[in-house]
């Protein structure tokens, strides 16, 4: 099982990071299509051309000098710089060090966001990091290097590394909203934010604070979760434990794996909600699978038609 992630194979991910975009120039039919356009309008406008005035152009596009001289209003039109700041939020918490097959929740969380860092950093975006465990929170900021990229990469392979069953911190639920927090205070406008969490102690704060980052930025919800919420195995018994207490599960009864389902459920459906309710999207990650071959299904069926590759 995939306890740790190495710091080598989520630098390696970068050969893997193509068929999809996480752009904000999405059609209507595209996972990543929010509640709005973005517009970004920063430092990086190039001039282009001037033209006549159309109705409807923006009067702050005019050009006053040449309409003078021209006897008619005619604007100045700019060419944007595809230019936004990635901010990448990677819960490394306690209560993501569980797998029961392939890796833990903690591994494809560093996965994932090791293919948007690449991406963005492709695609010319300056790529950033807010990276959280259940007693401290780590900021990197946004810059379009590389060197950034491997620090963000170095940092999670630490946090990851830190985790095991027997470490002596309590689980922090409360952690996920005060590094959204942070991420508001930061990301004003016409940023992309990608979450990689499990979203425990997701409550009516956390959805209070995502719709205010959606409000003027790009929110995506990477939604990491582990099979054995969805499907119990056909085993009569299983033993659990949260590194101090454990218990024995007994999953040959109909009404004990009726209750597991039904608590998970009650957990997640709220979250899968932030789709419809905020126009936020989620996207349900397995650590049972392939976390690249799960993003180009998610998103690559965009970025391949477009060949944006």
């Not at 975009?21 to 299509?33: D, E, I, M």
């Not at 003078?68 to 939020?89: F, W």
């Not at 918490?93 to 097959?101: A, D, L, Q």
Request: hydrophobic share 45%; aromatic share 6%; proline share 4%.
């Amino acid at each position: 099982m995939g306890a740790y992630v190495e710091f080598e194979s989520l630098m390696a991910l970068q050969f893997k990071a193509s068929g999809f975009t996480l752009r904000h120039s999405q059609p209507v039919h595209s996972l990543l299509f929010g509640r709005r356009a973005s517009h970004v309008r920063g430092r990086g406008l190039d001039f282009e051309e001037l033209r006549g005035y159309v109705a409807g152009d923006d009067v702050r596009s005019i050009d006053w000098k040449v309409t003078a001289r021209a006897q008619k209003p005619y604007v100045r039109v700019y060419s944007e710089e595809r230019d936004r700041p990635t901010m990448l939020v990677v819960d490394q918490r306690i209560n993501m060090f569980f797998g029961s097959r392939v890796s833990m929740k903690s591994v494809t969380a560093a996965e994932v966001t090791a293919l948007a860092a690449w991406r963005s950093l492709h695609q010319g975006d300056r790529v950033g990091a807010f990276l959280f465990n259940d007693n401290s929170v780590e900021q990197i900021v946004a810059k379009r290097s590389r060197l950034t990229v491997t620090r963000i990469l170095k940092r999670i392979s630490h946090f990851n590394k830190m985790l095991h069953a027997d470490m002596p911190v309590h689980p922090n639920p409360t952690q996920l909203n005060d590094v959204l927090e942070s991420v508001a205070r930061v990301c004003h406008h016409d940023a992309l934010i990608l979450i990689a969490s499990d979203f425990d102690g997701a409550d009516v704060r956390t959805r209070d604070l995502l719709l205010h980052l959606s409000r003027a930025n790009d929110v995506a919800c990477c939604l990491i979760y582990d099979p054995l919420a969805i499907h119990l195995p056909a085993a009569d018994q299983l033993v659990v434990s949260n590194g101090e207490l454990q218990v024995e599960l007994q999953l040959g009864q109909e009404k004990v794996r009726k209750n597991i389902l039904d608590a998970s459920d009650r957990r997640v459906r709220p979250i899968l909600a932030w789709q419809h309710e905020l126009g936020i999207p989620v996207l349900p990650l397995s650590n049972a699978d392939d976390i690249a071959t799960q993003i180009r299904h998610l998103l690559g069926h965009v970025a391949m038609r477009r060949r944006q590759l």
